[in-house]
C-alpha cells in the first residue's frame, strides 16, 4: 500500500517536472527528472519520444526476435520507428567503445547476453539512471543494479542440444562429460566467447566448475566453430551437426514449436544460465524513446511477448512461464558471476583461442 | 598558350573565364588528392607497427607476431592458400580464355558472360552458397550423393570447412581475373603469326609450343599474380570458411584484432607484411612482363583464325559450362533455394514453398531500407568521383601536357598494392583522430572505395585514351578552344564506352567490397556486405540468400541503366589506323 502511495506522488512529481520540462525547459531533451526515482511511461513521455521519432536498439538477442520486438513497440507507440542493430554482445560492446572513442553516439539503448558489460559501462559512466516502473515493483533485488541503471531484461540458459533425427534419445549425451566419448569427434557444434556474450558467460561457468581441462579436451573432439550463440541451434537444425555444446536455449522452444527435430538435454553437471541485462545510455541521441523503449520492455505486456514469442525467461514477478517448457526452478543451474567475468573476460578468450585455435 | 588566354581573360567579358588553361592547378590538386588518400593510411599504418604506446621505436610488435604460433599458423595457412590459388586458377582460366579467344567453340559470347557473372559475385556470397551446396553433411551436393550411393548419414564426399575448401571457392571466384587477361592476350595475338609457322610447316602442336604459349605466357604469369595477390588479401571466404574449420588466416586474424580489446598496433604489424608483399609481387610481374612481352608493332592485322577443334567442339563447351557450375549455377540455385525455404539446404517444392525470408528481409528486418540506400548512395558516388578522378590522371598522363605527369601515374596506381583490409586499418588509424574526424561517416568508406578502385578505373581509362588519337584534340586546340574546352566537346564523348565500362565496373566492386567496409562501418553507416556478414555470424542464411539475389539484381538493374544513358555523340565510330 506504502509503496503504491509512494509511487503515485512519485508518478505526480514526475508529470509535472516533464510539464516543467516542455514547458519552461524546451531546450531540456529529457522529459524525466528526479534522478533515482522509477521512471514511468507517462503521456509527456511518449509525446517527447514521438518527437525524436526514432531508437537505436543494440541487441545480441537473436534477430527475429528483436525486430519482433521493435514492430510490437511500433505498434503500440506508432511514429517512433526501433532500429535494431543486432550482433554479438561481444562484438557490440566493442563496437561502442569503439564509436564512444571516436564520439560517435549513436547507441540509445542497450541489451546484452554478458552482464560484466554493464560493470563496465556503469563504471565508466556510460550508463543513465533509468529504473522502470516495473523493475522498480516486480523484479528481484539479484535481478537489477541498485542504482537503477541497468536491469535483467531477459534470463536464459546455454544447455545441450541434439537433432532428435541424427541422434536417438537413448544415445543422447546426458552431461559434458558424455562429449568428450570419442563417437562425438566431429559431430559437436559451438559458438564462440570472442562474439558471443552467451558463450563467454558460459565458458566463464564452465571452466570454473569443470576446470579449463574440460576445453582442452573438448577441442580435440574437431568441434565445428560458429559465432553467435543463436547459430548451433540452426545449425542442428540443418543436420549439418548432431550435437551442439553450447548455445541459447530460447531459439531452440521456438524451433520445437514449430515442429524442428531439436531436444534439449540440461546437462548432469549444471547448466551454465545467463542474465541479459538491459540500459539506457547516457548520450542516447534520442533520449526519451530510449527511456520509452527501455520502460516499455520491462512491462509484463513485453516480457510476456518474449516468453511467447521469444521463448526467453523473465525475472517479471507477474508473468507466466510458458506451460510445456521445464521451470527454472526445476533445472540446476550453474551459477553467474559477472563481476568475475568482468575480470576474466580476456583471460577467457586468451584461453579458449589457444585450445581452438580461432 | 597558357600566357595568352589568362591575357585575353583580362579584356574579356567574365563569360570567356573558362578560357584559363587550368590543367596545371589540376594536376597538382589530383596529385595532392591522391598523395592524401595514399600516404596517410600508410603512414599511420608504419607507425603504430613501429611505436609503442609512448611513442618510442619498438620492433616488439613484429617480434611477437613472428613468435607468437597464433600469428604463424595464418601465415603458413594463407601462403598455402595463395599459391594453390595461383596454380589452380591458371590451370582452369588459360584453357578456357584459348577456347573462347581463339577456338571455334559454339557459344563463345555467352561462357564469356558467365565468366564475367562469376566476376561480379562477391566472393563471401559464393562462399556463403558454397555452405549450403558443400557443408559435410547438411550440404545439397553432399545430400545427394548419400541419396545416390546410399551412403551413410556420416559420410560426405565434399567438406567445405577445410583449407581446400577455401582454396576451391577463391579459385571460383578469382579465376576470372586470370581468364580476361589472357584471352585479352590471345586476342592481340596476331593471326598471321600462328599462320606463318602453320605455312612452314609446323603442326598445330608445335605452333602452339614455339608461338601461342610463348606470347601468351606473360599474361598467364601476371594471371597467376594477381590470383595470389587476391587470395592473399581477401577477407570474406575465408572469415566465412576458415573459422568453422578452426584455422585463422592473415586477413581474418588482422580483422579479430579488432576485437574487444582492440589491438591497432599488432593489427598494423601484420597488415605491412601483406603490404610489403605484394608491393614485391607486383614489382616481380613488372619485370616479368617487362621482359617477356611482345609489342605488336603498327599496321592493323586480321583478327586470329580460329582453330577448328572438330568433334571436340562440344566437348570443349560441356567442358567450360562444367567449370562454371562451380562459380556460377550451383551457388545461385542454392541461394535461389535457401530464400524460399524454410531450412535452407531442403529442396524447396511447391508444397513447401515459403516466402517467409523475403518477408522478414523486408518488412521486418529494419537495417534493410537504410543499408541498401547506404550501400547504393556508396556505390554511385565512388563510381562517379572515382572515373572523373580517373579520367583527369589519365588524360593528364596520356596527353603528357604537364610535368610530373608519371608520378601521377604511379599514384594512381599505388593504391593496387594495399589490400583492402589493411586500407581499412589504415584509414581507420588516420581518420578517427582529429583534425579529420571520418570514422562513423560515409565519407571515410567513400574514401576507401575510390582508394581500392582508383588503380583499375585508371588503367582502363588509360587503354581508352590511347585509342583515342590526340590529333583530334589538337584540331580543336586549333581551332581555338582551350584543353577543357576540347576535352569536353572531343574527348569525352569518344570515351562514353570506357568511361561508362569504369562506372560499372567501380559499382560493381564497391557493391561487393567486404574487406575495408568490416573495418570502417558503423552502425549508421553499415553497408549491405557487412549486414549479409553480421547475418551469417548468427546463422540466418535465408535472409541472406533474399539479399544476396536483390543485391545482384539491383546491381544488374544499374548496370544495365548506366549503359542506356544516352550520350553526346554516342554513335560516332573511330576508324583507328593503329
Redesign the interface.
Known amino acids: 500500500m506504502t509503496t503504491c502511495t509512494r509511487l503515485t506522488r512519485r508518478q505526480i512529481l514526475l508529470r509535472s517536472a516533464a510539464a516543467a520540462g516542455t514547458t519552461f525547459l524546451p531546450w531540456k531533451t529529457s522529459a524525466h527528472a528526479a534522478p533515482g526515482a522509477p521512471v514511468v511511461i507517462t503521456p509527456e513521455l511518449i509525446e517527447a519520444a514521438k518527437k525524436e521519432g526514432r531508437v537505436?536498439y543494440?541487441t545480441s538477442v537473436?534477430?527475429?526476435l528483436a525486430?519482433?520486438l521493435?514492430?510490437a513497440f511500433e505498434a503500440k507507440f506508432p511514429g517512433i520507428?526501433?532500429?535494431?542493430?543486432?550482433?554479438?554482445a561481444?562484438?557490440n560492446?566493442?563496437?561502442i567503445?569503439?564509436?564512444y572513442?571516436?564520439?560517435?553516439y549513436?547507441?540509445d539503448t542497450v541489451n546484452s547476453s554478458d552482464a560484466a558489460h554493464f560493470i563496465v559501462w556503469k563504471r565508466d559512466g556510460l550508463l543513465e539512471t533509468c529504473e522502470p516502473e516495473d523493475v522498480a515493483k516486480h523484479y528481484a533485488a539479484e535481478y537489477k543494479d541498485p542504482d537503477g541503471t541497468y536491469a535483467a531484461w531477459r534470463v536464459f540458459l546455454s544447455p545441450i542440444a541434439y537433432n532428435t533425427r541424427?541422434v536417438k534419445p537413448e544415445d543422447a549425451p546426458k552431461s559434458y562429460k558424455d562429449l568428450l566419448d570419442p563417437k562425438w569427434v566431429?559431430k559437436l557444434v559451438k559458438a564462440h566467447p570472442?562474439?558471443s556474450g552467451t558463450i563467454m558467460t558460459s565458458t566463464h561457468q564452465m571452466s570454473r566448475d569443470l576446470g579449463w581441462e574440460y576445453f582442452e579436451k573438448l577441442a580435440k573432439q574437431?568441434?565445428?566453430?560458429?559465432?553467435?550463440a543463436?547459430?548451433p541451434a540452426?545449425?542442428l537444425?540443418?543436420?549439418?551437426?548432431a550435437v551442439m555444446v553450447d548455445g541459447a536455449d530460447y531459439g531452440i522452444f521456438l524451433m520445437q514449436d514449430k515442429g524442428d527435430p531439436i531436444a534439449i538435454v540440461y546437462p548432469e553437471e549444471g547448466t551454465p544460465l545467463i542474465t541479459g541485462p538491459s540500459a539506457v545510455l547516457k548520450k542516447a541521441p534520442h533520449p526519451n524513446a530510449a527511456k520509452l523503449f527501455h520502460c516499455w520492455s520491462f512491462t509484463a505486456e513485453a516480457q510476456q511477448l518474449s516468453i511467447d514469442v521469444g521463448g526467453l525467461r523473465s525475472a517479471h514477478a507477474l508473468v507466466k512461464e510458458r506451460p510445456g517448457r521445464k521451470p527454472l526452478s526445476e533445472i540446476k543451474t550453474m551459477k553467474e558471476n559477472a563481476a568475475e567475468v568482468e575480470k576474466m573476460?580476456?583471460d577467457i578468450?586468451a584461453r579458449y583461442?589457444?585450445y581452438?585455435?580461432? | 598558350m597558357t600566357d595568352v588566354s589568362i591575357a585575353a581573360s583580362d579584356t574579356l567579358p567574365p563569360r570567356r573565364r573558362h578560357g584559363i588553361d587550368l590543367s596545371q592547378p589540376i594536376m597538382l590538386a589530383a596529385a595532392a588528392l591522391l598523395v592524401v588518400l595514399i600516404v596517410l593510411p600508410i603512414a599511420w599504418i608504419v607507425a603504430y607497427a613501429f611505436l609503442d604506446k609512448s611513442g618510442a621505436l619498438t620492433l616488439g610488435n613484429f617480434a611477437k607476431l613472428f613468435t607468437d604460433p597464433s600469428f604463424l599458423d595464418p601465415l603458413i595457412a594463407t601462403a598455402t592458400i595463395a599459391t594453390s590459388v595461383g596454380c589452380l586458377c591458371c590451370l582452369i582460366a588459360a584453357p578456357m580464355g584459348w577456347l573462347v579467344a581463339r577456338s571455334d567453340m559454339p557459344a563463345r559470347n555467352l561462357v564469356r558472360t558467365l565468366v564475367m557473372a562469376s566476376f561480379v559475385t562477391p566472393p563471401f556470397l559464393g562462399a556463403i552458397a558454397w555452405e549450403l551446396l558443400a557443408a559435410p553433411n547438411s550440404g545439397l551436393l553432399n545430400q545427394a550423393w548419400r541419396g545416390l550411393t546410399g551412403a551413410s548419414a556420416d559420410e560426405h564426399i565434399f567438406n567445405i570447412y577445410s583449407l581446400g575448401g577455401v582454396v576451391f571457392v577463391i579459385t571460383c571466384y578469382t579465376f576470372p581475373y586470370v581468364f580476361v587477361l589472357v584471352a585479352n592476350a590471345l586476342d592481340r595475338i596476331p593471326g598471321e603469326l600462328e599462320d606463318a609457322s602453320a605455312m612452314l610447316g609446323a603442326t598445330s602442336a608445335t605452333t602452339a609450343r614455339r608461338i601461342t604459349i610463348p606470347m601468351v605466357l606473360p599474361a598467364i604469369i601476371a594471371g597467376a599474380l594477381i590470383a595470389f595477390l587476391q587470395a592473399l588479401n581477401l577477407f570474406g571466404s575465408p572469415a566465412i570458411l576458415a573459422i568453422p574449420a578452426g584455422f585463422h588466416t592473415l586477413t581474418t586474424k588482422i580483422w579479430s584484432l579488432f576485437q574487444f580489446p582492440p589491438k591497432p598496433e599488432l593489427a598494423a604489424a601484420a597488415a605491412l607484411p601483406l603490404l610489403v608483399l605484394t608491393v614485391v609481387l607486383l614489382r616481380a610481374q613488372k619485370a616479368v612482363l617487362g621482359r617477356r612481352s611482345y609489342a605488336v608493332v603498327g599496321g592493323k592485322y586480321g583478327a586470329p583464325r580460329p582453330v577448328p577443334l572438330g568433334a571436340f567442339r562440344w566437348v570443349a563447351l560441356a567442358g567450360c559450362l562444367f567449370m562454371l557450375l562451380m562459380p556460377v549455377f550451383l551457388p545461385y540455385a542454392a541461394l535461389l533455394n535457401a530464400a524460399f525455404s524454410k531450412i535452407p539446404t531442403r529442396l524447396v517444392t511447391w508444397d513447401t514453398l515459403s516466402w517467409q525470408n523475403v518477408y522478414f528481409t523486408f518488412f521486418e528486418l529494419s537495417q534493410t531500407g537504410h543499408v541498401l540506400k547506404n550501400t547504393f548512395l556508396l556505390g554511385a558516388l565512388s563510381a562517379t568521383l572515382g572515373t572523373l578522378l580517373a579520367l583527369i590522371i589519365a588524360y593528364l598522363v596520356a596527353r603528357q601536357s604537364v610535368r610530373g605527369h608519371k608520378i601521377l601515374g604511379f599514384l594512381a596506381t599505388a593504391p593496387i598494392a594495399m589490400p583492402g583490409i589493411v586500407l581499412g586499418v589504415g584509414l581507420f588509424l588516420a581518420y578517427t583522430r582529429p583534425p579529420l574526424v571520418l570514422y562513423g561517416t560515409l565519407w571515410i568508406l567513400l574514401i576507401a572505395y575510390i582508394t581500392i578502385e582508383l588503380p583499375a578505373a585508371y588503367q582502363q581509362l588509360q587503354s581508352a585514351f590511347h585509342a583515342v588519337h590526340p590529333e583530334l584534340e589538337e584540331a580543336s586546340r586549333i581551332l581555338g578552344a582551350t584543353r577543357l574546352r576540347s576535352l569536353r566537346d572531343i574527348t569525352a564523348p569518344l570515351l562514353r564506352t570506357g568511361v561508362i565500362a569504369t562506372w560499372c565496373f567501380i559499382f560493381v566492386a564497391v557493391v561487393r567490397e567486404l574487406s575495408a567496409a568490416v573495418i570502417l562501418f558503423t552502425s549508421d553507416t553499415k553497408v549491405l556486405s557487412v549486414l549479409i556478414f553480421d547475418l551469417k555470424e548468427s546463422g540466418d542464411l535465408g535472409a541472406i540468400a533474399v539479399l544476396g539475389l536483390s543485391m545482384l539484381a539491383l546491381t544488374t538493374i544499374v548496370i544495365a541503366l548506366a549503359n542506356s544513358i544516352p550520350g553526346r555523340g554516342g554513335d560516332i565510330r573511330l576508324r583507328e589506323n593503329g
Not at chain 1, 520507428?81 to 554479438?88: D, F, Y
Not at chain 1, 574437431?222 to 553467435?228: E, L, T
Open positions: 537505436n543494440y537473436e534477430i527475429n525486430e519482433k521493435g514492430k520507428s526501433v532500429k535494431v542493430e543486432r550482433t554479438g561481444e562484438r560492446f566493442q563496437r567503445g569503439q564509436e572513442a571516436s564520439k560517435i549513436a547507441c541424427l566431429g570472442g562474439y574437431k568441434v565445428m566453430q560458429v559465432q553467435s543463436a547459430d540452426k545449425k537444425v540443418l543436420g549439418e551437426r573476460a580476456d578468450k583461442a589457444s581452438f585455435k580461432v
